[in-house]
Every structure is written in C-alpha cells, then in structure tokens.
C-alpha cells in the first residue's frame, strides 16, 4: 500500500511568484485536504477536495486554490507569493468525507520565500 | 467557535519517566478527538483516536487517552517514556464537518 506522497520536499521562491505544489493521495483515497504548518504551530486548514471538487475550505485568500484530478491527486497552487506564505504545506488523504477525519499524511513540502 | 487548546508548549521529562499531555476543546457537541506524533521533518502520523464508548483509549506505540466530558479534555499518556518519544504531538478534533481542527502542538524534550 502506497502512503501519500508529496513533492517537492523543499522550494525557495521569491515575493510576487507562483509555486504549485503535488500530492498523490493514499491508494483507495478519494479525499485529499491541504494544511499550511507555519514554524511551531499546528496544522492549519487550507481547504478539502472530494471527487474533483472543493469540499471545505478554511481562512485562507483567493490566490490559495487547489485541484484534484481523477486519480485523486491534487495540487495546491499560491500566486503572488508573501513572506509570511513560508511554511510547511502538508497533504493528508482519507477514504472519504463524513468519516470522522482521520488523516494519513505526507511528509510535507517545505516553502521559502523571499 | 470551534478550538483545540495545548496549554504546553514544552514538556521535558527523564527517559522512563511516565507522561501526560494536556488538551482541552471546544465543540458544541463531542468532536471526534484524535492526537498526531510528528518527528522532525516528516509529517502527521495518527497516535489515536475517540469517537465514541470507552473513554479510555489504546494506540500505538504504548500511548493512551482518556476522554472526560466534563472537562472537554482529553489528554495523551504513556506510563514510561522512551528517547524515541521525542516528538511534537498534536490533538485534534472534528465536528460535523469531519474537517480536523488541530492544536498549536506540545514539543516533548527526552532526557537520558
């Protein structure tokens, strides 16, 4: 069984730039969620996929948006990148929505920006 | 509004040492409650979870929880601590949206 996998593991970008970041969710998955880890805080909700589309989404602004595709991997893309965008983003999968919300995550890809 | 609170942000304890880390929420009615482990540079990994029936609750890795109502608690424990239980751990809940809210995290510092 294949965990989630997340690339890449670590980036560097500039203020104003793009990134797009991957996740292939957990074979039998077809729910993917995104969370943004700044530097000693806890997992903060990005927002949700389910079948190809956005399911829940937390506080986060426009130029946060996402993709699922119909193997049920995803893509979390950020425009105009902030300094304060730096941080780990973590994809978790789940078998699917309303099943209480257990997660199985990835190991993350770390942003910089600057 | 919805919340999860670790009012640790540190914990240090002696390897063989028993353990407990604290966590509180706030639903309007009883989330499902989880707590993650997260070793350095890697992600979330379930320790356990409550949903409903027996308050106490067994993981992995030696690691329980019990779940009081009353205090909108549910605290991590283990009886003897390893240097491999180095970690930051996390405690988590989810309402009726089954999307998890996390807490800020407790760092447990090992020492021999």
């Known amino acids: 069984e294949t965990g989630v996998t997340q690339s890449p593991t670590h980036l560097i970008k500039t203020r104003g730039q793009q990134v797009t970041l991957r996740c292939s969710s957990q074979?039998?998955?077809?729910?993917v969620s995104w969370y943004q880890q700044a530097l000693g805080q806890g997992p903060q909700f990005i927002f949700q996929y389910y079948r190809e589309e956005e399911n829940g989404r937390g506080n986060f602004p426009p130029r946060f948006s996402g993709l699922q595709f119909p193997n049920y991997s995803s893509e979390l893309n950020v425009n105009a990148l902030e300094l304060d965008d730096s941080a780990l983003y973590l994809c978790?999968?789940?078998?699917?929505?309303?099943?209480?919300?257990?997660?199985?995550f990835g190991e993350g890809s770390r942003l910089t920006v600057l | 509004a919805q919340s999860v609170t670790q009012p640790d942000i540190h914990i240090t304890v002696s390897e063989g040492a028993s353990l407990e880390l604290r966590c509180n929420y706030s639903?309007?009615?009883?989330?499902?409650l989880f707590w993650y482990v997260q070793s350095p540079g890697q992600g979330l990994q379930l320790l356990l979870k409550y949903f409903s029936g027996d308050t106490l609750v067994q993981g992995i890795k030696g690691f329980e929880a019990e779940f009081k109502r009353s205090q909108s608690s549910f605290n991590l424990r283990k009886p003897s601590v390893h240097w491999s239980d180095a970690a930051e751990y996390f405690c988590?809940?989810?309402?009726?949206?089954?999307?998890?809210?996390f807490g800020r995290g407790t760092s447990l510092i090992v020492h021999p």
């Open positions: 978790a999968s789940s078998p699917g929505t309303g099943v209480t919300g257990e997660l199985f």
């Open positions: 988590a809940a989810s309402g009726g949206s089954y999307i998890p809210t």
């Open positions: 074979s039998g998955h077809n729910t």
């Open positions: 639903y309007g009615a009883t989330p499902y």
